[in-house]
C-alpha cells in the first residue's frame, strides 16, 4: 500500500486555479521529484499535501487516513523548507529548535535520543547542534532542518526546492542524501525541484503543467 496517495487534488487562490487536478502515490521507501514551469503549482502541491492548505476539490490519504489529520497525527508529515536557516528562530541553537518539534509534535519521550538519532540520519555533526542558525553554512543548515523533520518520525517528507540556495557540489550532497534517508527509513519523499539533475535522482517524477483556467 502506498504511503502517500494524492486524488484528484486541486487548488485555487481566490477564483484562479492554482492547481490542476492531479493524482499520484508514493510508497514507503520511494521518491518522487515534482517539477513543472513556474505557475504550475508545485510549491502549492507541497503546502496542501503537508496540510498549510484546503485543496479546492480531490482527497490526499496518508498511511490509510484521511488526511490532513487530527493534532495526534500531524508529525507524519513534515517539510524541508527552502530557506532552511530562515526556518530555525535566529536566537536559538539548533538543538533547542529541533526538542521543540519533538515536544509539540510527540510525547517528548527520549528527547535527546531522538536529536541524536536525527542528527545522524541527516549526517550532520552533533557539534554544531548547540549553534545557532547564522552560525553554521547553508548546507549546514539544510541538513539541519531534515533533522528537525526526521525527529518526530514522519512517514512522509516534503522538501520544497531544498537545495535553490546551494553550490552545485552541496545540491548534489543535500539531493542525494535526501533520497538515500527515504530509502534507508522507509519514508515517502516528496521533492519538489525545478532541477533536472536534482528530479533525476529520485525513483521518479511527475510534471505539473500549468493550471488552464
Do not use: N
Request: charged share 20%.
Amino acid at each position: 500500500m502506498s504511503t502517500l496517495v494524492v486524488d484528484r487534488v486541486t487548488a485555487a487562490h481566490g477564483r484562479r486555479v492554482a492547481l490542476a487536478p492531479t493524482s499520484f502515490a508514493v510508497a514507503s521507501g520511494s521518491s518522487l521529484a515534482i517539477v513543472g514551469r513556474s505557475g504550475a503549482g508545485k510549491t502549492t502541491l507541497a503546502e496542501v499535501v503537508l496540510g498549510l492548505r484546503r485543496p479546492a476539490s480531490g482527497s490526499i490519504t496518508v498511511a490509510g487516513r484521511p488526511w490532513p489529520a487530527a493534532r495526534a497525527s500531524r508529525h507524519l508529515v513534515q517539510g524541508v523548507p527552502q530557506d532552511a536557516a530562515a526556518a530555525f528562530v535566529p536566537r536559538w541553537s539548533l538543538r533547542r529548535s529541533i526538542a521543540d518539534a519533538v515536544q509539540r509534535l510527540t510525547d517528548g519521550r527520549d528527547l535527546d535520543a531522538r536529536i541524536r538519532r536525527a542528527a545522524s540520519l541527516a549526517d550532520l555533526d552533533p557539534a554544531l547542534l548547540d549553534r545557532r542558525p547564522a552560525e553554521v553554512s547553508g548546507g549546514q543548515a539544510q541538513r539541519a532542518a531534515i533533522a528537525r523533520a526526521l525527529a518526530v518520525d514522519p512517514v512522509v517528507l516534503i522538501a520544497d526546492e531544498p537545495t535553490s540556495a546551494l553550490d552545485p557540489e552541496r545540491t548534489a550532497s543535500v539531493s542525494q542524501a535526501l533520497v538515500d534517508l527515504a530509502r534507508s527509513t522507509g519514508t515517502a519523499l516528496l521533492l519538489v525541484t525545478h532541477d533536472p539533475a536534482v528530479a533525476a535522482r529520485c525513483d521518479d517524477s511527475l510534471a505539473l503543467a500549468a493550471p488552464t483556467a
